[in-house]
């Protein structure tokens, strides 16, 4: 269970929803890419797909959510330029680190696991650091942790990141994203305690 300091004030709503990963055919499949296989889901899952659009640098979509307008976007930039677009966006759209919320894999977590968080540090991820920069080096937005597991030895991080998971692995990878995506209104609302309770207590 999170700490209530880690939830938005019951008044936010989140506007805009990232997606991490890295471009291109050769890394679609691999853990990196975890955020982008959430946005594209939850895309789907609202009769939308995303399509390019080059002034916020990336894929993006438009759907509604609980009857709200969000905004999706999955930066067509690497990883460690993932701000270029977010801050695009964000600045276009007029939308505050308040009202973002971040997809992204987490090696902290094993495989079929999920966490949301509100605000905090980039914990050496590189999309995670410059979208903090491209924001003005605010940390408030929402995160969506999805669990890919650990290679073990931290030397061994790169080469993980950017292979691809074993079949049970994305089984359970999947599994936690569309479970995320059914508590996904709760969570876009501001009203998050009863997303946080079912996600955080879910495991594939």
Same mark, same amino acid.
């Given at each position: ?56 640098? $990336? ?52 495989? $079929? ?10 914990? $050496? ?29 931290? +030397? ?7 292979? +691809? ?40």
């Amino acid at each position: 269970m999170a700490k209530s300091s880690e939830l938005l004030p019951s008044n936010e709503s989140i506007r805009l929803v990232v997606g991490l990963g890295n471009p291109g055919a050769q890394y679609e499949d691999t853990r990196h890419n975890a955020g982008f296989w959430y946005v594209e889901q939850l895309a789907r899952s609202h009769g939308s797909i995303l399509q390019p659009e080059k002034k916020f640098f $990336g894929m993006t979509a438009r759907v509604l959510i609980g009857g709200q307008e969000v905004r999706l976007l999955n930066p067509g930039t690497f990883m460690n330029r993932s701000g270029q677009a977010v801050g695009a966006m964000a600045t276009f759209f007029k939308i505050p680190p308040e009202s973002i919320l971040v997809v992204h894999d987490e090696l902290d977590l094993p495989a $079929g696991v999920g966490r949301l968080k509100q605000g905090g540090g980039h914990g $050496g991820h590189n999309g995670l650091r410059d979208i903090i920069s491209s924001l003005g080096n605010s940390r408030e937005f929402l995160r969506l942790r999805l669990g890919i597991g650990h290679p073990g030895n931290s +030397k061994d991080v790169v080469n993980y990141v950017l292979t +691809k998971p074993s079949v049970a692995e994305r089984q359970k990878i999947d599994a936690v994203i569309d479970e995320s995506i059914r508590v996904t209104p709760e969570a876009l609302n501001g009203k998050r305690s009863k997303a946080v309770q079912e996600l955080h207590t879910f495991s594939a």
